[in-house]
């Protein structure tokens, strides 16, 4: 009966801790009311909110790219009255640094001082430095897709040698020159259609490229849907025998993981911003242009059947994993904050 009577006291115990811990954390938010507006609605872009393990908010906040509006910039200056932390994801092209590429709008504030503000940045950028970056900066190599667990759902029919997206800029046109034509790098995407089509005869599913007559010009070889849900998108890689990335402004696109948490290999341009850690001998193969894509597909075509790309994010990535590491390295920098956190997750 003592020993019964104890646990329960001691389970009430928990609870009101627990309780009282997550309110720590809720409280601070309160203190900013157009924050708790936004995370209500959950529109912050481009601000992260950062969680717990128990997705408690904690009073960090993650900028991932550019402010785009005076709203942004109040938001920017109100976190950091309000004693809430902020810090830094490279996860939007070649943020902070200015975007050179011709596909920026007018809404970006490229003048803002990013990286003066701003000192613990998660950094995916292979050469940080030429970004901006010095050593005055905590730079740890973390992004968001780094989060993904395994996908544990059965296998499906292959219906597709390779599987490529890029949204459509103009539903009316098939435009070379806009955000995501730019960012997918569409131009490289069709000088290499006729390499993997018409020698290597594959099947290619294109996701949101619509209006450029690529169906009458390659036949059932080709297949163009528009923006699929999210649930469908990710049935259509698991129906892929490969993942096709040309990409190069591109910091560390999802989609990558994606694929490789279902056993998908990924065909990789070697100069994307970010994602390249995510390609070795059990994931994918590197190219750069059509005139080396063959040489990559022949490798990736000749061991696919001894690789798996699963297996090696298993043993390197999850969620867990993630949240530890980004927790480790924020607890320096917010000890009161983090004491009795073991991961940190992005809400």
């Known amino acids: 009966m003592i020993s019964k009577r104890i646990f329960i006291i001691c389970l009430i115990i928990i609870i009101i801790s627990t309780h009282l811990f997550s309110y720590r954390y809720i409280e601070h938010f309160e203190g900013v ?17 950062l969680c717990d393990e128990n997705r408690n908010p904690l009073p960090i906040v993650g900028l991932s ?4 509006s005076n709203e942004d910039i109040d938001h920017f200056n109100e976190f950091i009255e309000n004693d809430i932390k902020i810090i830094g994801i490279t996860a939007y092209k ?24 701003i000192k613990n940045w998660l950094c995916c950028f292979k050469d940080p430095y030429h970004y901006g970056f010095t050593s005055k900066h905590n730079l740890i190599d973390i992004s968001e897709s780094d989060y993904y667990d395994i996908d544990e759902s059965s ?4 219906k597709y040698d390779f599987i ?3 949204i459509s800029d103009d539903k009316t046109s098939c435009s070379l020159d806009g955000w995501n034509a730019i960012n997918r790098n569409f131009k490289l995407a069709l000088a290499c259609l006729p390499i993997l089509i018409n020698e290597y005869k594959m099947k290619i599913l294109i996701v949101g490229r619509l209006n450029c007559d690529l169906e009458e010009k390659y036949g059932d070889s080709i297949e163009i849907v528009d923006v699929l849900p999210y649930h469908e ?11 096709f990335i040309p990409n190069i402004f ?3 696109p999802r989609v990558i993981c994606e694929a490789i948490i279902k056993d998908v290999p990924v065909l990789m341009n070697k100069n994307i ?16 242009d059509e005139n080396d894509v063959r040489v990559a597909l022949n490798i990736l075509l000749k061991k696919k059947d001894k690789i798996s790309p699963k297996k090696w994010w298993k043993e390197n990535y999850s969620r867990s994993k993630a949240g530890i590491k980004l927790r480790n390295f924020l607890y320096p920098e917010y000890k009161d904050l983090l004491e009795n956190v073991k991961e940190v997750h992005m809400y």
């Open 94 to 117: 070649s943020f902070p640094r200015p975007i050179l590429d011709n596909s920026a709008d007018n809404q970006m504030n490229n003048y803002f001082d990013y990286l003066g503000k």
């Open 65 to 68: 790219a550019f402010l785009r």
């Open 250 to 252: 591109d910091a560390s």
């Open 273 to 288: 911003l970010c994602g390249s850690k995510y390609i070795n001998y059990e994931t994918g193969e590197f190219f750069i």
């Open 233 to 243: 998108f990710q049935t259509k890689i698991k129906e892929s025998r490969f993942l």
């Open 164 to 166: 490529y997206s890029c």
């Open 33 to 49: 009311t157009s924050l708790v507006k936004y995370y209500d609605k959950g529109n912050l872009f481009p601000f992260r909110i």
């Open 155 to 158: 296998p499906v029919e292959k």
